[in-house]
């Protein structure tokens, strides 16, 4: 006979780390499936060292729940402002090791690595199986709408041109403070002067350390790292922590809900009676030449995701969180990010749940 659980949740990102935990925390008897080895998802296994999204302007946590309690798990230092942006810096060993603790203290969950979405049966437009398990409701946490593009439902995309991928990587022995855009500059001339994309830093808790993103390709990273080294006072001795340099994707598919979150709901600060969670992060539109383009909301605004947005049009008990909610592409360049992946993937497993009932 197959095994059957109440919730099945497909990807261990931050959104499906937290709609697993809350998904067996309520008793229901969980299934969280994913193709890597472990919980992370590009949080965990990226490289990436801050966590953007949990923050209003005044630095109070937009949504208190689980992305509080994520937040505060993870946390080893207070966060810090960029801008007008506040973000929390992290270790993503950290943050898998948060996800792993989580997990072992939810007695109704059983999580299931290197297992990629297989086989789905629906049956009068609800998922009755997959991977050969019987389910009441799954929670799509993939990144990619993996749930959709094998039932063959409507999903909407984002593109390479404004959400192109990067390599992130960490730089060590760095004896150099990279403050402002003015002291990047500096750093980065030597590397425009060569035609390469510029770089983009980020906080990283090791000492004398840097999180870079680059939007070349993963290849020419050696030779970058050693242009920084002979050009630039303060990365003589730099190195990278990583071995292999692999590209990381901001693109992915959404499904579509019941409503379509846009661009202009996010700008306009738009709320919802029906709301699950706020975002107040930029639309952030990133380009192959390493360009971004920033789009703020209102100061001291926040928009908010309702649960339409998070409940499929076509499927009747498929739920979205993270990346895959339903959102168009200018909406899902800010909702991306991980503290309001943290806070879809709660909202969608309180609605899972509820609709078992
Ligand atoms: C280069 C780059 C830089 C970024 N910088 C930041 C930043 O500084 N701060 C920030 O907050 N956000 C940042 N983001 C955005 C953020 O990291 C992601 O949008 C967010 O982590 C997505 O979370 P998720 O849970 O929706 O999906 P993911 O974290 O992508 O997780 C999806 C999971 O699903 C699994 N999966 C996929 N397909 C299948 C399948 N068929 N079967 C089984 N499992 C499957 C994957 O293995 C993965 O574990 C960045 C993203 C990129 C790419």
């Not at 019941?258 to 661009?263: A, I, K, P």
């Not at 952030?284 to 908010?304: C, H, I, N």
Request: proline share 5%; with cysteine; glycine share 8%.
């Amino acid at each position: 006979m197959k095994e059957k659980f109440d919730i099945a949740v497909i990807g261990s990102g931050a959104a499906g780390i937290a709609a697993a935990a809350c998904a067996a925390r309520t008793g229901a008897k969980t299934l969280l499936l994913d193709k890597n080895p472990g919980a992370g998802g590009t949080g965990g296994f990226s490289g990436l060292t801050t966590l953007c999204g949990l923050y209003d302007d005044a630095g109070n946590f937009l949504n208190t729940g689980f992305p509080e309690e994520f937040g505060e798990a993870v946390s080893e230092s207070s966060p810090i402002k960029n801008g007008r942006l506040w973000v929390l810096p992290y270790r993503p060993e950290k943050f898998r090791a948060v996800a792993e603790k989580f997990f072992t203290d939810c007695q109704s969950l059983k999580t299931v690595w290197n297992a990629s979405l297989e086989n789905i049966v629906v049956e009068n437009k609800k998922i009755i199986s997959l991977n050969d398990f019987d389910v009441g409701a799954v929670i799509d946490c993939s990144g990619a709408s993996e749930v959709a593009q094998k039932t063959g439902i409507a999903t909407l995309a984002t593109d390479e041109a404004t959400q192109a991928s990067a390599v992130v990587f960490q730089l060590r022995n760095v004896k150099r403070e990279i403050r402002s855009t003015a002291d990047a500059a500096q750093v980065l001339m030597p590397l425009a002067r060569a035609g390469f994309p510029p770089l983009h830093f980020h906080t990283n808790l090791e000492p004398d350390s840097i999180t870079a993103k680059f939007s070349g390709p993963p290849e020419t990273v050696p030779k970058l790292i050693e242009l920084l080294r002979t050009n630039v006072r303060g990365f003589e001795n730099c190195s990278a922590v990583q071995k292999e340099f692999s590209v990381s994707r901001r693109s992915g598919k959404m499904t579509v809900g019941e409503y379509v979150l846009t661009g202009p709901d996010v700008l306009g600060a738009k709320k919802f009676p029906d709301a699950v969670a706020r975002c107040a992060w930029p639309m952030e539109q990133w380009s192959a030449d390493g360009k971004t383009k920033v789009r703020f909301l209102p100061p001291g605004e926040f928009y908010e995701i309702p649960a339409r947005c998070l409940r499929a049009a076509e499927i009747k008990n498929l739920f979205m969180a993270g990346k895959t909610i339903s959102a168009d592409a200018d909406a899902v360049a800010s909702a991306r990010v991980m503290g309001c992946c943290l806070a879809t993937g709660e909202a969608a497993a309180k609605l899972a749940v509820k609709s078992l009932k």
